[in-house]
């Protein structure tokens, strides 16, 4: 009996560490299936955006006054941010420039540092906050009460009328707003200047400009528009797809913030490669 | 009897390995009100939607108007969509939308012969039938439970669809609001001579509406008979559901 029973825990635990592997073995499969299919899914959600983009009777009203919703109501916050993040660029670089005296670099190295990448970078990171979790929740909130269902009853395609009409918005309004808070982001600047010292205006500006030439701005405004559209795909890919109950438009409006600010992240990384191969 | 507008024939819908509808059968003649009554979770809701499409059946024949759902193309299945209207359970108006904005919407898409004086004239007319003509240029987050359902019933009728189809049209509301909704579903199918399928767990919208009755069990027809059928039937399941559900 003693020698025996050794050898039957052996087996036993043999078979449940067998057990214990094929579980894991089925669960990992299964999140990978998932994520493949979820993969899958956002294909098939961006090839029919550009199939209804292109196709007849584009709904121009509603795309006007998405263009207002991304527009005109993120400007309080971009105008802030972009103020900010310029004035504290500024506050921050100025003590470490007068070591070394070069002070009068300062207005040039705000404007580049700006313009490159971090007024498209914050900016779009704020847009993916506020316009992709409004997208998302939006959406999501249309599904839960069968609002999408009810413009598929009307004879209205609603990947026309609520998806592409806010994804082209957010790529034309995006660049703009970027635009925008990179210009507060250099009087913010010039407003930094003049808390230790006193400088023009005029002076400001013109010392920041001579620094920044077309190869500084055309990278960004190109990647500024690719910012716009994954804000705008994710965000109303998050929402379309959401599920049935009240919490399922929470995580829908969550969940397009994370992926879009990784995405807008992961863009500008591929985005600077590409500007640095051509430079 | 007349002429059948929709025909069900073997209607199989499955959720994953869950069978929702099971071998499902019926018929909805030109000007009559069906009543599709069933516990919850009976697949009534999911025969309406995969009656319009909005789901996918997995077998079985949906014909409307002489027509195969599933084969339409896409053209043809917006063209019949556009005879049929649909309210749903949550009344699904637009949040974005005033009153007016919600009725123009399916108005200018569907009936795009009209003028905007035409429109607005039809808007009207949908509005006063339903009782709330002053609620034009109100947002659904100003209105009640009931009106939100009128108004839904409203966008649905504003385009003269040929078909209607009601998912639970008194589910949360008040048995004075219930009895209102039931009248004007009585009134739309006089008015705009519409064949009705309606969905419902309330025997009193039942009873006040039906011209037949279906009762669904496990995806499938149980009984199908009059008003008076069912009042009458010693089944056992038919008299705790009339029991319960009064």
Redesign the interface.
Known sequence: MTTLTPAINLKELVKEETIKVSEKTIDTTEKVGSWLSEIANFFLFFTSIVRETFSRDFEFKEFLKQCYQVGNKSLPLISITGTIMGLVLTIQSRPILVNFGAVTMLPGMVAVSLIREMGPVITALICAGKIGSGMGAELGSMKVTEQIESMEVSATNPIKFLVVTRVWASTIMIPLLILFADALGIFGSWIGANIKGDVSFVLFFSQAFSHVDFMDFLPAVIKSFFFGAVIGIVGCYKGYTAGRGTESVGKAANSAVVLASLLVIIVDMIAVQITDMLN | MSEPVIEIEGLKKRFGSQDVLNNLSLKLHEGENLVVLGKSGSGKSVLI?CI?R?LIYSEGNITVFGKEVSSLKKNDL??M??K?G?L???G?????MSVKENLE??LT??RKELSAKQRQEKINEVLEHVGLADALNKMPSQLSGGMRKRISLARTVV?DPKIMLYDEPTTGLDPVTSDEISALINDVQKNYKTSSIIITHYIECAKATADRMVMLQNGETYKEGSLEEFEISTDPLIKSFFKTNT
Request: hydrophobic residues 55%; charged residues 25%.
């Open positions: 939607k319009v909005l917006a063209e969509r556009m049929i649909f749903f359970q949550s699904a108006l637009y949040d974005s919407f399916p898409r569907i385009v």
